[in-house]
């Protein structure tokens, strides 16, 4: 009966477990992400509001107004509060695509809600997208007032290993994680390398 009850389990875990890793999610242990971030990065995370307002105009210019007024606070560029950082634990998440990079995609693309884990990675903390068709996996690094900076890589449904930051830059994802309301948080990906310009993923304790 045991074995019974584990198989089920595992059927019905199997497309919400943590992904794999290398010996380190990113290639030389620090605390401090300007050590590690790639140039391309650093890019895009100083050109994150203007992806982010590019994405929305190309949203709205589609017709789809009303779905990102709907969201209100999480597709605000300017909604990030000050305060404390996001505790450790389980999450729900969503994410929405912005923009597009070729045709035959839409502009605008909210996702299933999926399951997301914080947890301690020794002294920094480590995020993990654990369902859906797109998995993002990396590490949360001091930033400032307003926000905390996150680097990882991208991994598909159907992956069970998540690569090192920075062994391929099309899998590479930096983004900035903020408060956006009490309980309520945002990673935004600013120029994601496949299919949107701007990714913003929703996070609230589970």
Same mark, same amino acid.
């Given at each position: 009966?045991?074995?019974?009850? %584990? ?20 290639? *030389?242990?620090?605390?401090? !992400? *300007? ?6 990065? *650093?890019? +895009? %995370?100083?050109?994150? +509001? ?13 017709? !789809? ?56 990675? +020794? ?11 797109? *998995? ?14 996150? %680097? ?12 090192? !930051? ?9 983004? !900035? ?30």
């Amino acid at each position: 009966m045991r074995l019974v009850f %584990l198989a089920i389990l595992a059927l019905i875990t199997g497309g919400c477990s943590e992904l794999g890793q290398p010996t380190g999610l990113i290639p *030389r242990w620090t605390t401090v !992400y *300007r050590q590690v971030i790639s140039d391309d990065d *650093r890019i +895009r %995370l100083r050109d994150w +509001r203007s992806s982010f307002v590019d994405g929305l105009t190309a949203a709205r210019n589609a017709g !789809y107004g009303a779905q990102i007024d709907r969201e209100g606070a999480l597709l605000d560029p300017d909604a990030a509060l000050a305060g404390p950082g996001i505790p450790n634990g389980m999450y729900r998440c969503r994410v929405i695509k912005l923009g597009t990079t070729g045709t035959g995609i839409r502009p605008f693309a909210a996702y299933e809600g999926s399951t997301c884990r914080v947890r301690q990675e +020794r002294t920094l903390q480590r995020l993990g997208k654990l369902g859906g068709p797109q *998995r993002y996996v990396g590490l949360i690094f001091s930033g400032d007032a307003m926000r905390n900076v996150f %680097l990882g890589t991208l991994a598909f449904q159907d992956e069970i290993r998540v690569l090192q !930051y920075g062994q391929d830059e099309q899998r590479d994802v930096a983004g !900035y994680l903020e408060r956006i309301g009490p309980q309520r948080w945002r990673l935004v990906m600013p120029q994601p390398h496949f299919e949107s310009r701007m990714d913003v993923m929703e996070l609230v304790p589970a």
